[in-house]
């Protein structure tokens, strides 16, 4: 006979399997509905209205007392429709504008050529729900003010890009970028 133990035992074991298979089935079916609503191809556009880069010498910033960094805000117009990103199993989107540029030894071409480029963020936002998910945003400020590793950032040009990560209630997360790419040069700094 099988003991009272032995019983507990096969019935967590069948509860715990059945439990793993409907998440892989939620993740699944919320994957598929992300696909068929063409999540990877939202369209949207940006422009900058305004860029300012100053030398800060604080440590909050990058810098020091003797050797400032040259930091970057931005202001900008954004237009776009996240609602494809949204589903039953959505919890929310977190959406972020960011800036690429190349790095300092691609610039400098140096002996050892890396291919090394750098990402920075000038905002974000997180989304949880689909009345939210239309982006109309004026004249708005960037969250944050950037700078390289490098102290000099003015005159490299930078790819803006929207991306987001959508966090689903059940299954993987899911990154991707709205369908944009808008050059911009950063500034001479204006205090240098």
């Given at each position: 006979m099988f003991s009272i133990?032995?019983?507990a035992q096969d019935v967590s074991s069948?509860?715990?399997?059945?439990i793993g298979v409907l998440a892989v089935l939620i993740s699944l079916s919320s994957l598929i509905q992300l696909y068929l609503n063409d999540y990877n191809n939202l369209s949207g556009e940006i422009s900058v209205k305004k860029a300012q880069n100053s030398v800060k010498f604080t440590r909050?910033?990058?810098g020091n007392a003797r050797n400032g960094k040259e930091n970057v805000k931005l202001a900008f117009d954004l237009e776009t429709d996240l609602t494809p990103l949204f589903n039953w199993n959505t919890?929310?989107?977190f959406v972020y504008l960011v800036g690429e540029y190349d790095g300092l030894n691609v610039l400098k071409k140096a002996k050892v050529a890396k291919d090394e480029s750098s990402k920075v963020v000038?905002?974000?936002k997180i989304i949880k729900d689909k009345s939210g998910a239309v982006l109309d945003l004026k004249n708005t400020r960037s969250k944050y003010s950037v700078w390289d590793?490098?102290?000099k950032m003015g005159n490299r040009t930078a790819n803006l890009k929207l991306e987001y990560n959508i966090q689903p209630h059940v299954g993987p997360l899911i990154?991707?970028?709205v369908d944009f790419n808008y050059p911009f040069e950063f500034p001479e700094p204006k205090n240098a």
């Open positions: 133990t032995q019983r069948m509860i715990t399997t059945s909050s910033f990058g919890k929310q989107v000038f905002w974000d590793y490098y102290q990154w991707g970028s």
